[in-house]
């Protein structure tokens, strides 16, 4: 019988149709982290941290991302082991669209009025928040599991990574658009955005997936009775905590979750800042400070895309060095970030945040793909369902420690807000040298080779000179 490798052939476009999927989570992700929070803080006055800690709460459910993963491994749902779950998700960010908008519009009449709190538009901001966040995390590992799923092992990091790229690519381009289309805040402009991203989203979370976990099947010579069949024997042999158990249980797992966890944390904990910081060190307005997202998504983009065709031969359990080449790169973005708040450098703005993007797309590159080596294939959902609570989570704990220590500079310590702001991207830069060290800690090649990856003497000799 011939190996799953020798079986599952790669399609250029299934994983282009896959990655489609991405425009929609690009457009929420927008309207929610960049636009909705500066209009908040910015607009209405509102503290920071509040704000931060309702887009981080949704990256604080992420052991959700744990039990889908488990769930689309062991147990098929309406017939399908990821695809259900997938669609199930996004049925919930569609639903928590609206509710935003509500929430956005009362906090716009109390503001008018002269006031910045309302309950209603508090609650409403909740509920949007928990649909958007379960939503993202019952979706978010079974659908990277379907994207590993499909490719054979040789290409399986470039499948991840070309799927987070053209995320980051529609990061930059709904960024710009929006940007242009609400130069100022505008409740009937706001309004169009959220029914656009619900209907453009829709569609593609639809199209991108329609029938690929059949087409997979079909190239693998399975039916869907054997692959459930199989599925149900894991099912019995094991539950969602004796899998993370044994899984944890390996010190390589647990380093590889700590390095992930702080390099996430350090370089997100400008997400909810970056466009308030503009606004209160520069005087920028919200049509330029819409688009700093857009400047660094375009670099991470741009040397995404020359990483995935200068290393395209390189096995995924070789990136350790680049991964770390883009984390330093990033920690010199968050510095020279630092030095423009701090001496009030307006000019550097783009430069900072171009060579902070730089490295963010090199780290994606090899990250992803050691992601994807630090993961099994019989049980890839759950690996990539603790990897993504490692992202998640403290991304979301980033998101929160920004805007909070935000506040403590500038309201407690009244700091300016060049000096205030200078601190955290400091801060930042520091965690991201940090993670370089930790990853040196990881050993890749050895967890690749217990889970049954085929490595050549030749491939051990050159990672470990890397």
Request: hydrophobic residues 50%; charged residues 15%; positive net charge.
């Amino acid at each position: 019988m011939k190996s799953e490798q020798n079986q599952l052939s790669f399609s250029l476009w299934r994983l282009l149709r896959l990655s489609s999927f991405q425009i929609g989570s690009a457009m929420g992700d927008i309207i929610v982290t960049s636009i909705w929070n500066r209009v908040m803080i910015s607009q209405f006055g509102i503290p920071a941290a509040p704000v931060s800690l309702l887009i981080a709460l949704r990256y604080l459910l992420s052991p959700l991302s744990l039990w889908a993963g488990h769930r689309s491994d062991t147990r098929p749902f309406l017939g399908m082991r990821r695809t259900s779950y997938i669609w199930l998700g996004r049925g919930l960010m569609v639903l928590s669209l609206p509710l935003l908008g509500w929430s956005l519009m009362r906090f716009a009449a109390v503001h008018d009025a002269g006031s910045n709190s309302d309950l209603l538009g508090w609650i409403l901001a909740i509920a949007s928040s928990l649909l958007y966040g379960v939503g993202t995390l019952i979706s978010g590992s079974p659908y990277l599991a379907l994207v590993r799923d499909s490719a054979p092992k040789s290409r399986q990091g470039l499948a991840i990574s070309t799927a987070e790229t053209v995320l980051i690519i529609f990061f930059a381009i709904v960024g710009i658009t929006f940007s242009f289309w609400m130069e100022e805040f505008d409740p009937v402009v706001f309004w169009e955005m959220v029914i656009a991203t619900m209907l453009i989203g829709s569609f593609f979370w639809v199209f991108s997936i329609w029938g690929v976990e059949q087409s997979v099947r079909r190239q693998k010579g399975i039916t869907l009775a054997e692959e459930m069949a199989a599925v149900g024997a894991r099912a019995r042999e094991s539950s969602v905590f004796s899998t993370m158990q044994r899984i944890w249980q390996d010190k390589r797992t647990r380093r590889f979750f700590i390095f992930l966890s702080l390099a996430t944390f350090s370089a997100w904990a400008q997400d909810a800042i970056l466009e308030p910081f503009g606004a209160e060190v520069f005087d920028l307005p919200l049509s330029r400070t819409t688009r700093f997202n857009s400047y660094w998504q375009a670099a991470t983009v741009l040397t995404l895309v020359g990483g995935a065709y200068l290393w395209r031969k390189r096995p995924p359990e070789r990136q350790r060095r680049i991964t770390s080449g883009g984390l330093v790169t990033m920690a010199v973005g968050m510095g020279l970030l630092a030095a423009t708040a701090v001496f009030h450098q307006v000019h550097l703005v783009e430069i900072s945040l171009l060579v902070f993007g730089a490295g963010f797309g090199i780290y994606t590159f090899g990250g992803l793909s050691l992601m994807a080596v630090m993961s099994s294939d019989k049980e890839a959902g759950a690996y990539l369902g603790l990897w993504t609570i490692s992202v998640v989570v403290f991304k979301g704990l980033g998101t929160f420690a920004g805007g909070a220590l935000r506040d403590f500079f500038l309201l407690s310590l009244e700091l300016g807000s060049g000096l205030g702001y200078g601190l955290i991207f400091l801060m930042e830069g520091v965690g991201l040298a940090t993670a370089v060290f930790i990853l040196t800690q990881v050993d890749v090649l050895g967890f690749a080779r217990d889970m049954g990856r085929v490595i050549s003497r030749t491939e051990v000799q050159i990672a470990s000179a890397d």
